[in-house]
């Protein structure tokens, strides 16, 4: 196996098939206030915006300005912490848990559309290998240029 030219065609394929690939991540909608939601969904308990910070990958300032506008739509509710008042944890209101469960559910629709069209084998092969190099982003970091 030659990595560098299975990284030099993954890299010619990402180029020719940007605008899809950007229409992938748009529809999956992971950032702002869609990814907030869905990953306070999907954890399924309150949580700390430091928490968010680090999970998300985004800055203080973009979390606390991603929360208002959730707490401002009545989608979240920030409570102080039983046991430091200077805290305060993130939680889902109902209306909240209801959106976040509709776009949970749309995204896995998606996805399962386009797993659909590949071999049952294709389709888990490609899950072991997205899995894997999420594992190997996570460790080494997955930017262009390390």
């Known amino acids: 196996m030659d990595a560098t030219k299975l990284g030099e065609d993954m890299w010619t394929i990402h180029l020719e098939h940007m605008r899809v690939l950007d229409e992938i991540v748009e ?16 954890v399924g308990r309150p949580m700390y915006p430091g928490e968010l910070t680090d ?9 606390a300005n991603i929360l208002k506008v959730l707490e401002h739509s009545g989608l979240i509710v920030r409570t102080p912490d039983a046991m430091d008042k200077r805290r305060v944890r993130v939680a889902l209101t109902p209306a909240g848990e209801d959106q976040a469960r509709r776009q949970n559910e749309n995204a896995i629709a998606f996805h399962s559309r386009l ?3 590949l071999e049952p084998d294709e389709a888990e092969c490609y899950m ?9 982003f996570d460790r080494e970091g997955a930017g262009v240029g390390q």
């Open 27 to 42: 529809r999956s909608r992971t950032r702002g206030e869609s990814g907030v939601l869905l990953y306070l969904y999907h």
């Open 55 to 63: 999970k998300l990958g985004l800055t203080t300032g973009r979390i």
């Open 115 to 117: 797993l659909s069209k």
């Open 128 to 136: 072991r290998v997205m899995k894997r190099l999420a594992d190997i």
